[in-house]
């Protein structure tokens, strides 16, 4: 028998880019303003720059993250980088296709 793994479910709106993608991105999903906004910060301490993504109805909540940031950490000198826009096409779960809109957002040491 194989070793059992731990049933921690993986939860999509994970605020560190720990998905494939690179360390210094962060996902935008449902869970608290601030949690976003902390988990940017960390990631600027350590890198030189982080980029914001989000899809659908949490690009207001994505916005509102890079402007807290900016705002809070306004001595340390962020400023806000690329932004690019742009959509995606989702298969529903009653198999048709829409579009998606997207943001990333870049914030980058000044």
Known sequence: ???AQPSTP?????PQGSRDGP???I???KKPLMAYVTS???QLANQPKVTIKARG?????AVDVSQITIKRMESA???IGDVRIGSETVKSEDGRTRNV???EIEIRKA
């Open 23 to 25: 360390h210094d991105t």
């Open 57 to 61: 109805l949490s690009i207001g909540r």
């Open 1 to 3: 028998m194989s070793e």
């Open 40 to 42: 940017t910060l960390i």
């Open 27 to 29: 996902y935008i999903g």
């Open 77 to 79: 000198g962020y400023k």
């Open 10 to 14: 993986q939860d999509s709106s994970a």
């Open 101 to 103: 809109s997207t943001i």
